[in-house]
């Protein structure tokens, strides 16, 4: 069981806006900062979102990121077919002492 | 830019200790502030952090790992190293090393992964 809940899949048709959710607790979302990733099989994860809603250099304003107590939440505006990908967040957790991950979120463009 | 590549064997039998290795490229492991992680996946659940090596040399381990995980560096050839013992087919699973800013809280950089099977 993931300490990060997100729904197992997501969809959109292309120009449409998706959101993707993550949801944790108190000692990590609530207390830590959230990172976002766009995983394609195979692939290394790439960094979306970093502290919760900045953008790594290179990464388009269509992907943003929120957060609100403990969720935490990845919007993506005029969705393209290559942005057809996994999705998950990580942050760290205070208990564990460690990095906690999302189960990740298949998004399908349709 | 900073690139990570795994390697090793693909199948290890139960019972034995599995070994993997990550070489960086672009940038020093010796470089203050960072930590270099091991996170793996095994098929079809999330991701699980294994554990990490900082600059100095300090670990830092996942509680459900921690008797039989061991990760080291080797700075003149910089590449760490991950070896977890005693391994069960619950440790199948795709390895990734990945680089940690430690004063961020971020996992900046991934390797690809290397998939891992314990099977006899």
């Known amino acids: 069981q993931s300490l990060l809940t997100q729904a197992p899949s997501a969809s959109g048709a292309p120009g449409q806006s998706v959101t993707i959710f993550c949801s944790g607790s108190d000692s990590n979302i609530g207390g830590n900062p959230v990172n976002w990733y766009q995983h394609f099989p195979r692939t290394a994860p790439k960094l979306l979102i970093f502290?919760?809603?900045q953008r790594p250099s290179g990464v388009p304003d269509r992907f943003s990121g929120s957060k609100s107590g403990t969720s935490a939440s990845l919007a993506i505006t005029g969705l393209h077919s290559d942005d057809e990908a996994i999705y998950f967040c990580?942050?760290?957790?205070?208990?564990?002492?460690?990095?906690?991950f999302g189960g990740g979120t298949n998004l399908t463009v349709l | 830019q900073v690139q990570l590549q795994e390697s090793g064997p693909g199948l290890v039998k139960p019972s034995q200790t599995l070994s993997l290795t990550c070489s960086v490229s672009g940038g020093s492991i010796s470089r203050d502030s960072f930590y270099w992680t091991w996170i793996r996946q095994p098929a079809g659940k999330e991701l699980e952090w294994i554990g990490r090596i900082y600059t100095s040399g300090t670990t830092h381990y996942n509680p459900s790992l921690v008797s039989r995980v061991s990760i080291s560096a080797d700075r003149s050839k910089n590449q760490f190293s991950l070896h977890l013992s005693s391994v069960t087919a619950a440790d199948t699973a795709v390895y990734y090393c990945?680089?940690?800013?430690?004063?961020?809280?971020?996992?900046?950089?991934w390797g690809q992964g290397i998939p891992v099977t314990v099977s006899s």
């Open positions: 990945v680089r940690e800013k430690g004063w961020e809280l971020l996992l900046d950089y």
């Open positions: 502290t919760d809603y």
């Open positions: 990580a942050t760290w957790d205070d208990t564990l002492s460690g990095w906690v």
